[in-house]
Nanobody, 122 residues
Framework: DVQLVESGGGPVQAGGSLALSCKTSGVWYSSYCMAWFRQSEGAQREWVSGIDPSSRTTYADSVKDRFTISKDASKNTVYLKMDDLKPDDTAIYYC?????????????????WGQGTQVTVS
């Protein structure tokens, strides 16, 4: 079974930084696309960033140059480093996994999800 557990969220002031972690089990990073999504109150869940089995990364325009996705197979962990945070970044952040070499951006493309971690920027 695949399990994803996010951590690292919390309150932060605008302009600050946070580092989210997604601890995984049952995921082979050489075969999975990993992604981060977020959902703010009253809004739809949106794609934030993805990293494919070859470690190619992609970002939503809203977070490009501020967020960095990475993975460490030896630690079974995917990371999202978030810098220069803005109040609009306030959301629950979810880690997601897709068994594929292709990283798409739609919610329906991902079959495995974590429970989410809250990020609040004030």
């Amino acid at each position: 079974d695949v399990q994803l557990v996010e951590s690292g969220g919390g309150p932060v002031q605008a302009g600050g930084s946070l580092a989210l972690s997604c601890k995984t089990s049952g995921v082979w990073y050489s075969s999975y696309c990993m992604a981060w999504f977020r959902q703010s109150e009253g809004a739809q869940r949106e794609w934030v960033s993805g990293i494919d089995p070859s470690s190619r990364t992609t970002y939503a325009d809203s977070v490009k140059d501020r967020f960095t996705i990475s993975k460490d197979a030896s630690k079974n962990t995917v990371y999202l480093k978030m810098d220069d945070l803005k109040p609009d970044d306030t959301a629950i952040y979810y880690c997601a996994a897709r068994y594929s070499e292709y990283c798409y951006r739609r919610i329906i493309d991902f079959g495995e999800w974590g429970q989410g971690t809250q990020v609040t920027v004030s």
